[in-house]
Nanobody, 119 residues
Framework: QVKLVESGGGLVQAGGSLRLSCAASGSISRLNEMGWYRRQAPGNQRELVAVITSGDSTNYADSVKGRFTISRDNAKNTLYLQMNSLKPEDTAVYYC????????????WGQGTQVTVSS
């Protein structure tokens, strides 16, 4: 069984920064693509924020390009999201996502961490 645990969320003023972490633990044979998603309001769908492949290729939502940076430490099975120049519209629950295993791949989600940006 695999578990993803996010940390680093909180309350910050607009223009501030936060760094999210997601630690993966358990039976991890191969850690493939990982990503951050967010849900900005209850009932809304989760939207992609950023993804990173096992080869460190990255992709970002247009709304966060230039402000957020996704990275990973494969030795620690940990994913990060550095969020700078935060805006009130970044307020959301942020979820970690991991694609694990080979050749059969499984998708795992963390429990989410709240990020609130005040104006």
């Amino acid at each position: 069984q695999v578990k993803l645990v996010e940390s680093g969320g909180g309350l910050v003023q607009a223009g501030g920064s936060l760094r999210l972490s997601c630690a993966a633990s358990g039976s991890i044979s191969r850690l493939n693509e990982m990503g951050w998603y967010r849900r900005q309001a209850p009932g809304n769908q989760r939207e992609l924020v950023a993804v990173i492949t096992s080869g460190d290729s990255t992709n970002y939502a247009d709304s966060v390009k230039g402000r957020f940076t996704i990275s990973r430490d494969n030795a620690k099975n940990t994913l990060y999201l550095q969020m700078n120049s935060l805006k009130p519209e970044d307020t959301a629950v942020y979820y970690c996502n991991a694609n694990i295993g080979y050749p059969i791949r499984y998708i795992y989600w963390g429990q989410g961490t709240q990020v609130t940006v005040s104006s």
